[in-house]
């Protein structure tokens, strides 16, 4: 075994030992405080409902150690084992045509890949979700989703992939440019499509109907100089009783989206208080930021999958193939051994976002329906109110119930 090698099983051996230990500390935390509920929540939510939490919590979290084991397994069978190698030979003897070749080795590596993690996801759906009585799922959604997940593949994601490889093979040295420029303009034109394409594939949108709440939302999107083309109620309750509601789409193809199970649990005061946060990340430019930075990222990630496929490194991971092709998937492979490092920092920035948001809602409807609003989702999700404080750190997109309430409260 020679340097580089080493070094990176050494990586993937830190990357999965972090993450097993931030893992067990969450466990652990969520364990120790399962007894009681915490002080300022001692009030609205019942010791039951606060250990329904903590063994929601804990089952997923053993649930994610396993998962990561297994990915952990995947990642090497793919590279050291010579797993990429051997299906990259596969797809030279499938066709002479190299990008055919890549397409075949791409889906080779999801067909194989999810069917490997099939276990885990059928238990989780239908063994810990259902026992938590979360899951709606039936085995023919199930089914039908992941058939639905294939012929989008086939549908966008062939042709954008072939589009990659073209450019890759024959665009000379700045193909990463023009892949990036292809990439983010696909990206924009999805985030347009997916609203009045894509998701009505999976779910069902009807207008909301409710003449008062809707008279209610439109007095708040008036005040505030916003518009939308609608707002939709999905039945989310379909697959799960996990509640939501969103804000989807650009310009004048902006939708309002309510999980119809949060219509059921919320009152009208608390529709507005979640609404008016939504209403938050748009004045504050979260979405439009978040797009900006998400293509700096997509540039440097480009340009270091150039510098990686002219580099000796790939013969050191397992593939000696010299298809630029090949070395662009592994390159995708490994990279979150690295990129997870840069999980703290996304996670702060969206914590921070969230804060900016409940702030604007605080102004523009009332911090106590959307603190009575967020113990209604955190007690109807299951979400434990007693988060390990370096976990959440790393992890948590949405601040700590604590302190966000903490700061909703603040006058
Ligand atoms: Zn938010």
Redesign the pocket.
Known sequence: MNATSLIFLVLVMLWVGIRLYLNQRQLQHVRNHRHAVPKPFDNTISLDEHKKAADYTAAKGQMSNLSLILEVLLLLLWTSAGGLQWLSTQAANFSDHTIVRGLFLVTGLLVISSIIQLPLTLWNTFNIEKKFGFNNTDLKTFILDRLKGLILFAAIGLPILSLIFWLLQQAGSLWWIYCWLIWTGFGLLLGWAYPTFIAPMFNKFSELEDKDLLLKINTLLQDNGFDASGVYVMDGSKRSSHGNAYFTGFGKSKRIVFFDTLLESLTHDQIIAVLA??L??FKHKHIVKGLIVNAIITLIGFYLIDRFIHSPLPATLGVTDSSQITLLVLFVLVSPVLSFYLQPLFSWWSRK??FE??EFAKQKSSAADLVSALLQMYKDNASSLTPDPLYSRIYYS?PPAHERIAALQQA
């Open positions: 946060h939504e938050g990340h976002n969230e948001a409940d949405h």
